[in-house]
């Protein structure tokens, strides 16, 4: 396995896709593998992607919105902290949006 390209994804995205390389037969060894197992004890919203696109939507970055999904906050203050990446302020109805959008979509 070797790294095509770099961008921002969830946890979620990344253990699917690397399930995906194992279910086609493709050997997923060293950093991937733990990459992996990792991401398995860790994810907590099942439909990552689709999470991350509606966050796109609402205008959030893709570093933002995949670390909104990884660490799946519940409260304004926790969502606060991961926002520090937004070039511009995000308004509170978008805030609480995203919020609503967690709880929906995580566990």
Known sequence: MRILEARDIPLAVALRKLKESESKGLPVKGIARRTMELAMTLVRCDSGEELYSKLLGLGLNSLTA????????????ELRILLNFEPAG?????????LELVSTYCR
């Open 66 to 77: 995949s670390m909104v999904i990884d660490v799946a906050p519940r409260s304004p203050d």
């Open 90 to 98: 995000v308004p509170e109805e978008v805030q609480s949006k995203v």
